[in-house]
């Protein structure tokens, strides 16, 4: 029976700890990498297009309270961005706007690149260019996609999970944090 209790401890323990990691939002420089608002699906259909929300896989109702939910919970806790960028995909953008913190910017190289719509390569270096372009002090939040995150710092996110981020000397983002709020 004790080593049940434990394993489980074990198995329910990083999730814990990760999954409300506020105090990392709260530090000077910390970028916020989130993905999209859930959106039943994966990818989008063959004949989308950049534009028009009618062909892309979108935001449901979950979804919608999701990005609202999470705003709520940042403003609660008096976080908040210096800039907040979005990719195109409405998607993102519906989710960036739905948050409520600030005015949102479009960033083409936040955009998918899932399924060969884009140039992970370019897309990654131009993001991290953008990022330490910014004032060493300076917040971020960048709304995008689960490609574009994991590309950006190895880790894959849920549904309108925040990947929390520093920005190193060496060039390179190091992880400092997690933040999921369940739907």
């Known amino acids: 029976m004790l080593a049940r209790l434990f394993a489980l401890v074990i198995l329910l323990l990083p999730s814990a700890l990760v999954a409300e ?6 530090q000077p420089g910390a970028i916020a990498l989130m993905r999209h608002a859930l959106a039943p ?8 297009t ?3 929300c009618n062909t892309q896989r979108n935001l449901d109702a ?3 309270a999701q990005a ?10 008096g ?29 083409p190289a936040l955009n998918s690149f899932f399924a060969g719509r884009g140039d992970r390569a370019r897309q990654t270096r131009d993001t991290l260019a953008e990022l330490f372009a910014l004032p060493e002090a300076a917040s971020a939040l960048l709304v995008t996609h689960q490609v574009n995150i ?5 880790v894959t ?25 369940a739907p």
């Not at 990691?21 to 709260?26: G, K, M």
């Not at 609202?68 to 806790?77: D, T």
């Not at 994991?150 to 190895?154: S, Y």
Request: aromatic letters at 6%.
């Open 68 to 77: 609202r939910q999470i705003g709520a919970a940042l403003r609660a806790r």
């Open 150 to 154: 994991t590309a950006l710092t190895g």
């Open 50 to 52: 950049l534009g028009d």
């Open 62 to 64: 979950r979804g919608r």
């Open 157 to 181: 996110p849920q549904s309108g999970e925040i990947i929390v981020v520093q920005r190193r000397a060496d060039g390179r983002l190091e992880v400092t944090g997690r933040v999921n709020i």
């Open 41 to 48: 699906g994966g990818g989008d259909p063959a004949e989308f």
């Open 79 to 107: 976080i908040g961005f210096d800039r907040i960028w979005s990719s195109a995909w409405c998607r993102a953008e519906e989710t960036a706007r739905l948050l409520a913190l600030g005015p949102v910017e479009i960033r």
């Open 21 to 26: 990691d506020w105090a990392a939002l709260e």
